[in-house]
């Protein structure tokens, strides 16, 4: 099921019973019979989400007490400390939990810690995926043995040989911030040059690629910078808005400022659309 207003598909919560968009909120009922065939209980979730992974755990652990810390059910300041004291208290065997529980938490009794799909965030292009990856996978790594008792981290991969996987289960976080930097030094990405993303979005998509083609007609050009695009962002579609994007990859030299304003100021565009300028990005969905 994807989105209506978004290209992203919906997330199952089973406790809930409905489907939802993590990008707008978008809800619906979770369907009891398939909208192509009308068949029942045909419908099967795709991907290891927390409540599919308590299912196996229930059946390999029966005995075992778990327990799910994701953002349905610790939301509040005070679902965080009942969370914690359950933990502390070891009333609670095994944590199946999302990115919320990488950070933040001292358990001294936690001693093994597994990451499903460890490498997931390494795909989809993203410019800083490796950082944010390893950042990520060495704080929740850092959850396990806290304590007295020494602590054992699991990483299930598919691609074992990529620099972030070979660091971490080294402990060589030197090793990975010098292959890191020696990649971002060859493309000019930051800290070695600047990057500015100008995303064209709005309601009518016509309108969206009239702009966004603008733009390109009037692309300024210099030795010191290049522009990439214009292209679908990777989710071409938020809220009901379609999007296109361009990036500026420059020198650190260049006034990257100077450089947006004036290829604006040499653009017209529809009032249907929107240009948003993000300077050093973070985020390039």
Request: proline content about 6%; hydrophobic content about 35%.
């Amino acid at each position: 099921y994807q989105c209506p207003q978004c290209t992203a598909w919906l997330v199952d919560h089973r406790q809930k019973q409905f489907l939802q968009c993590h990008h707008c909120g978008f809800q619906v009922s979770k369907p009891q019979t398939c909208p192509s065939c009308d068949a029942k209980d045909t419908l099967v979730p795709c991907g290891p989400g927390v409540e599919r992974l308590m299912e196996e755990v229930q059946l390999l652990f029966p005995h075992a007490r778990a327990l799910i810390a994701a953002s349905d059910n610790i939301n509040s300041p005070k679902s965080a400390t009942r969370l914690v004291k359950q933990i502390e208290s070891r009333q609670i065997d095994i944590i199946i939990g999302t990115q919320i529980i990488a950070k933040g938490y001292h358990f001294p009794m936690l001693t093994l810690v597994g990451a499903v799909d460890a490498d997931l965030g390494l795909e989809g292009g993203d410019l800083r995926a490796s950082e944010r990856t390893y950042q990520l996978l060495y704080q929740v790594a850092g959850r396990a043995g806290r304590g007295q008792k020494p602590g054992k981290v699991c990483l299930q991969t598919y691609n074992k040989t990529h620099p972030v996987l070979g660091a971490l289960s080294k402990g060589d976080r030197d090793s990975f911030v010098k292959t890191e930097l020696s990649a971002r030094k060859k493309l000019s990405m930051p800290p070695y040059g600047r990057l500015v993303a100008l995303i064209i979005s709005g309601e009518d998509e016509n309108a969206v690629d009239t702009g966004a083609a603008s733009l390109n007609r009037t692309v300024p050009n210099s030795t010191d910078f290049q522009i990439l695009g214009p292209a679908p962002a990777p989710i071409s579609m938020i809220r009901g808005r379609h999007r296109r994007r361009f990036l500026l990859i420059a020198m650190q030299n260049v006034s990257v400022q100077k450089v947006i304003s004036s290829w604006l100021e040499n653009t017209q565009w529809s009032n249907k659309i929107r240009v948003t300028i993000d300077v050093d990005p973070y985020s390039f969905m």
